[in-house]
């Protein structure tokens, strides 16, 4: 369940941490309503033109059933050096009991360096919904029915 209070202020879903790295932050919101906490490298790495690196954090969590941890890019990382996560949102499982890593990967032309403290991606704690399976021999009809793929139209806007 998501958890907010009756005003609608989300109310933080505790994540159990163990004891990471010495002088390494946690991860953290950098402003009252980000979305996202920034994660710090727990490494010095160069990671080449063109290349990728799991980036080490030093985290390990136990995130609480019913949610998940998405690793996100950084747009400032991604729009100033090319450098982004390769399985961009990656997922951290609730059971997941190992070492949280970040996959980043090169797009730019330089080599990035990246020093152990350096904020490298962002944490999103979000709501796991799950599906079951219930077979059908057919299904409802839709004005899309088939259509995908750009089926309804280019780039061009639809009210002219
Ligand atoms: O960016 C990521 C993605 C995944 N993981 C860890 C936590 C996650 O719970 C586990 C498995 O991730 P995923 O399911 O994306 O990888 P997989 O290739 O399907 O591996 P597995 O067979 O272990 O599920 O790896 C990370 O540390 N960082
Ligand atoms: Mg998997």
Do not use: C
């Not at 946690?26 to 990671?47: N, R």
């Not at 499982?93 to 350096?118: Q, W």
């Not at 599906?131 to 299904?139: F, G, I, K, N, R």
């Amino acid at each position: 369940m998501h958890s907010s209070d009756t005003s609608g202020t989300e109310v933080p879903v505790p994540i159990k941490v163990l004891p990471h790295g010495e002088g390494l932050a946690l991860p953290a919101y950098a402003t009252d309503g980000a979305a996202g906490m920034d994660v710090v490298s727990a490494e010095d790495v160069t990671i080449a033109a063109g290349a990728r690196h799991a980036v080490a954090t030093g985290l390990a969590v136990a995130i609480p059933h019913g949610f998940e941890i998405q690793v996100r890019p950084r747009s400032g990382l991604a729009l100033k050096h090319g450098i982004t996560v390769a399985n961009a949102p990656g997922t951290i499982d609730s059971d997941y009991r190992g070492e949280v890593k970040v996959i980043l990967i090169n797009h730019g032309t330089a080599p990035f360096e990246i020093r152990r403290g350096d904020r490298v991606a962002q944490l999103v704690l979000a709501p796991v919904t799950r599906a079951s399976w219930l077979p059908v021999q057919e299904l409802d009809e839709t004005v899309r029915g088939e259509g995908g793929f750009g089926s309804t139209g280019g780039v061009v806007s639809l009210g002219n």
